[in-house]
């Protein structure tokens, strides 16, 4: 088991090695939330574009609320991937995402990096277990798939490959805590974890419904927008359909609704609706409620629909 020098709290300097979109999205959060960030980029203008990328996230972020003794000025942009990840206490790599670039890349961190440092991936859809198969030190390796901007939507998804110690998955997941993120850790590896599984889900209904005439762009947006999206700001899909049930809930719409999973509604096949899936439904959501009744989620629900329509509305009119 590795031995970390520095605690996830102890950390103060970051590396980010590729800066485009994502990597200066994570330099943003992390300058704004207080640490020494060195970034490293290839291409020519990398400089240029990523300072530009941190002026333009700073005022959301000054909003938001810096961390005490916060400052665009604790960026260095270095000349090589050496000298970023030199002094680095963490490293999170943002390059494009094609596995021979990774694999090649996470390799020279690895050689590159201290030994006692977690190493993050943001990668969207590779997994850790065949991105790290030329890295000297596989272990400390593990993936911290953010999404975009990193600096606003809080979500990181981190889990291990087959070569990756737990103590790495354990404190790349206290790490992102500190460091102001929401983490989900995951036991298993599953290509494109857990939201873009459930986005690309959507996804690729709707390219089905364009393609076959049955909905318009517009009206796929509308249908989201006017729709269930109101509802996941609060609820994600789990609770939002355990209130479908009413005082039932998640029990009650699994067996009123449970024979639709069988209906032509998604190209998507169904799974067997088993007991064990049934039961495990229903706990989870329990689980998930946190002890609130159907009647106080229904309400907190309800507060937060008002508030997220007021929102839009507003940011339609121009007036935010
Ligand atoms: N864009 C998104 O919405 C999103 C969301 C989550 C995760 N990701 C993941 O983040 C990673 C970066 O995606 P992006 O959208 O920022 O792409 P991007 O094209 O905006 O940025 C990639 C950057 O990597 C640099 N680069 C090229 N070769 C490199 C190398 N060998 N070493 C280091 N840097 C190199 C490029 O110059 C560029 O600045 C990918 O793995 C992607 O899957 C993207």
């Known amino acids: 088991m590795t031995e970390y020098t520095v605690s996830p709290e102890g950390v103060s ?4 090695v590729g800066a485009g979109v994502i990597g200066g999205g994570w330099v943003a959060h992390f300058l704004a939330r207080g640490y020494r ?12 574009k990523l300072r530009r990328l941190v002026e333009a996230a700073w005022p959301a972020l000054t909003e938001l609320g810096l961390a005490e003794g916060a400052s665009r000025e604790h960026l260095t942009v270095a000349s090589t991937l050496e000298e970023a990840v030199a002094e680095a206490q963490f490293v999170q790599e943002s390059a494009p995402e094609t596995l021979e670039i990774k694999q090649d890349l996470l390799a020279r961190i690895d050689a590159a990096t201290p030994t006692d440092v977690v190493i993050s991936s943001s990668t969207s859809g ?4 065949e991105m790290q198969v030329d890295c000297p030190t596989p272990q400390r390796l593990v993936v911290g ?3 975009n901007p990193p600096y606003l939507i809080p979500l990181v ?10 103590s790495a998955v354990r404190w790349a997941s206290e790490f992102f ?7 989900i850790t995951m036991d298993h590896e599953v290509p494109g974890f857990i939201a873009n599984r459930l986005q690309e889900a959507i996804w690729r209904e709707a390219l089905h419904m364009v393609a076959n005439g049955e909905a318009t ?3 796929l947006d509308a249908s989201i927008t006017e729709g269930p999206g109101l509802r996941w700001p609060l609820l994600g899909p789990c609770l939002t359909f355990h209130l479908a049930g009413g005082e039932g809930g998640m029990a009650h719409m699994l067996d009123h609704f449970g024979p639709s999973l069988k209906s032509p509604w998604t190209r998507l096949e169904a799974p067997e609706l088993t007991d064990e899936l049934r039961n495990r439904m229903v706990e989870g959501c329990e689980e998930a409620a946190e002890g609130r009744d159907i009647a106080e989620l229904v309400a907190d629900r309800d507060r937060a629909i008002i508030e997220v329509m007021r929102v839009v509305d507003n940011v339609r009119k121009g007036a935010s």
């Open 13 to 16: 300097h970051v590396a980010c």
């Open 37 to 48: 960030v060195t970034a490293w980029d290839p291409a020519d203008d990398a400089a240029d």
């Open 126 to 129: 590779h997994g850790m277990t």
């Open 145 to 147: 798939h953010p999404f």
């Open 157 to 166: 998804e981190v889990v291990g490959g087959e070569k990756t110690d737990q």
């Open 177 to 183: 805590e500190v460091a102001g993120k929401s983490v």
């Open 217 to 219: 762009p517009a009206q």
